[in-house]
């Protein structure tokens, strides 16, 4: 083996001990700079995990918003194929033929009334959405083949309400509905009377025109439970539900969601399209809110008779 001289060897190490010097500095540097580097880490993945979040909330709303346009073309195509076969007419005549129609149903057509009375407790934000609901209740019931004969029972002139619908909406006042302050009991007879509330036991099984049916009007966005029932029972009036547990069951979802509770208009429409199809399931699927958590049941019955 050849001999590595003294010298030779002293400097081999101290040159090894410069780079190791010169490492451990770097290693020290990046220690010290690594610190803040960490915590601008941390505030980067709390910022995407925010961001991930809010994208799925918003793809989330896209869906629900797609679903929801494509559930009103749906009924959109479904209305102009019923009217394919028939003429078709200016503005001013259907204009006169829906005049006509809710001339006639203030005489002959099924009654519904919408149970005002509830309003006192309700926020400025609640009486809007309410007013809004009216609006496309009325509308509902204009385009209706065979429209309703429509109350607006305890309304009082002075009210919030009253005061909304007219700013709100257009021609209220020139609505082909009956706007009384007087309550529905004033104006018909109990017997007569079904309430329908979603906390009733008895589910609706047909219309019948010998019946006055009477809707809540109730917006409530801190949810207490049973008011529109407790009404019912205060004034000694029989209650009863659409058959959503009859035709519909629970659907999954993230949010673990589940409500029977709709809107007037919602309602009424249900009520409309039952009345035009004698069919409680088409009436549910087409216009039961996608969003509550229900869905038509595979194994449903067959359509219940309408009188």
């Known amino acids: 083996m050849a001999h590595i001289p003294s010298e030779v060897c002293d400097m081999q190490l101290n040159g090894v001990s410069e780079v190791m010097d010169l490492l451990h500095i770097d290693v020290e540097a990046d220690v010290v700079e690594d610190k803040p580097g960490r915590e601008d880490a941390l505030c980067s993945r709390n910022v995407l995990r925010k961001q991930r979040n809010w994208e ?16 009103r073309k749906l009924n959109r195509e479904q209305e102009s194929g019923a009217c394919a076969d028939s003429p078709l007419f200016t503005k001013r005549v259907m204009k006169a033929i829906t005049k006509e129609r ?15 009375s509830m309003t006192d407790c309700m926020s400025d ?11 496309r209740l009325y509308g ?5 083949t065979r429209p309703f004969h ?6 009082r002139e002075d009210s919030r309400l009253y005061r909304e619908c007219i700013r709100m909406n257009d021609g209220f006042l020139n609505y082909m509905m009956d706007i009384t302050e007087e309550s529905c009991l004033d104006l018909f007879s109990t017997e007569t009377i079904i309430y329908l509330s979603p906390d009733a036991e008895e589910a609706l099984e047909t219309v019948d025109a010998d019946k006055v049916y009477v809707l809540g009007g109730l917006v409530d966005e801190s949810i207490q439970k049973k008011l529109s029932f407790s009404r019912a029972r205060e004034l000694s009036i029989r209650t009863a539900r659409l058959p959503i547990d ?14 029977k509770i709709l809107a007037v208009n919602q309602v009424f429409d249900i009520l409309l399209t039952f009345c035009d199809t004698g069919s409680w399931t088409e009436a549910l699927h ?22």
């Open 125 to 135: 934000k609640e009486i809007s959405r309410l007013a809004g609901q009216l609006r």
């Open 286 to 307: 087409t216009w039961f809110p996608r969003g509550k958590g229900y869905i038509i049941a595979p194994d449903d019955s067959s359509p219940l008779p309408l009188n």
């Open 150 to 155: 429509l109350f607006l029972t305890d309304l």
């Open 56 to 71: 799925r909330q918003l793809a989330a709303k896209k869906s629900k918003r797609k679903e929801e346009k494509q559930r």
């Open 140 to 144: 509902s019931n204009k385009k209706a």
């Open 102 to 116: 809710l001339v006639e149903a203030q005489s002959t057509g099924l009654k519904l009334c919408v149970d005002l």
């Open 246 to 259: 009859e035709y519909m069951v629970k659907k999954n979802n993230t949010k673990n969601f589940h409500s």
